[in-house]
């Protein structure tokens, strides 16, 4: 059995990207979404060191608001699961301690975004921590989480029919995602999602594409959208040779 | 990933597949009723609070003589080879 795969960009950027995947079955597109989101492993603090808080924030508050700082996730085999990297911060008040405030002692696992702020200091506060950042998957904890908004639609397909009876108000045809006309994608955002303003005056129907489906993905910083769908297919291979050399014994 | 038959006939399989969720045993199962020989598949998983059986107990059912345990490991190869082709298909793509 050889599977025929086919894969299309629609959308493409580092941290956000719309593709078609073509003859996939729905029980293999949802193993590789739902590993998107919960066992591709990824950089999160997890436990800090407060030397001087003298903010209107409780530690463990100012742990779990730290612990949810993406951080970049260093390539695969580089770190395993015990391995920690140690982030400090350093702010005095009056001013607004950011995440890129951070200063790591790894150049790999760093604030993937510098803007997210931690909490804002008045005159004389001070928040000096020394952080532990570990490697964890989504399944244990929500900041471990690297792909943030992933799903997919099927494609689908448009047909045009005949015209509209003259006098008959035409009713709003909304479908959102990705469709194929003629074997060209065009998302419906370039439409408004609305089928009526691509084909005034016009029946449509539409029907889901078998098989193809339509995967959008974002992620949190940590990686690129590339890493995280081959890191999530990866995990999934890993299980099943691991189930194959299991059942071979 | 720890297995551990829980019953087991000529063409009956029930196979516990300890530490796996959703995620692994629905590819799996699909896997499997794709195979041929295959006349059932199906995985019963409880939720963490229920305080019993939580671990996925997968069930085959095979026709014509085959071992489920080969049917098994026949799926398991199959998914193998989907997330190889899916990474060759994304990348070339990517």
């Known amino acids: ?249 | 990933m720890e297995l551990r038959v829980t019953e087991s006939s000529d063409d009956e399989l029930s196979i516990e597949i300890g530490g796996e969720d959703h995620t692994f045993m629905n590819v799996l199962k699909g896997a499997l009723l794709e195979h041929d020989d295959v006349s059932a598949a199906t995985y019963d998983m409880n939720p963490e609070q229920s305080g019993g059986q939580t671990e996925p107990i997968l069930t085959i059912k095979t026709e014509g003589g085959v071992d489920p345990l080969d049917a098994l490991e026949e799926a398991a190869v199959n998914v193998r080879e989907k997330t190889t082709a899916f990474r060759e298909a994304f990348e070339a793509a990517a």
């Open chain 1, 1 to 249: 059995m050889t599977e025929e795969y086919d894969v299309e960009f629609v959308e493409r950027e580092d941290r956000k990207a719309r593709f078609l995947v073509r003859g996939v079955t729905p029980a293999f597109a949802n193993g590789i979404r739902r590993a998107m989101i919960a066992d591709v492993p990824t950089m999160a603090i997890d436990t800090v060191r407060f030397v001087e808080n003298s903010s209107v924030m409780f530690d463990e508050q100012l742990a779990l608001r730290l612990g949810l700082v993406p951080l970049t996730t260093p390539p695969e085999g580089e770190f395993t699961e015990d391995d920690t990297v140690t982030l400090s911060i350093d702010v005095e008040g009056p001013a607004t301690a950011y995440s890129g405030d951070l200063v790591s002692s790894d150049d790999l696992v760093q604030p993937a975004d510098e803007n997210v702020p931690i909490i804002e200091l008045k005159d004389d506060q001070r928040l000096e921590a020394e952080a532990d950042a570990v490697l964890n998957r989504g399944k244990d904890h929500a900041k471990h989480q690297g792909g943030v908004a992933v799903g997919y639609r099927h494609l689908q397909r448009v047909e045009v029919g005949d015209d509209v009876p003259e006098f008959e108000e035409q009713e709003r045809r909304i479908v959102r995602g990705v469709i194929e006309e003629d074997g060209e994608l065009v998302p419906t955002s370039e439409f408004d999602h609305d089928l009526t303003n691509r084909y005034p005056g016009k029946e449509v129907r539409v029907e889901d594409v078998p098989n193809a489906f339509v995967f959008h993905v974002e992620t949190d910083g940590s990686f690129t959208v590339d890493e995280l769908v081959t890191r999530a297919v990866d995990s999934i291979e890993a299980r099943a040779i691991e189930l194959e050399e299991a059942v071979q014994l």
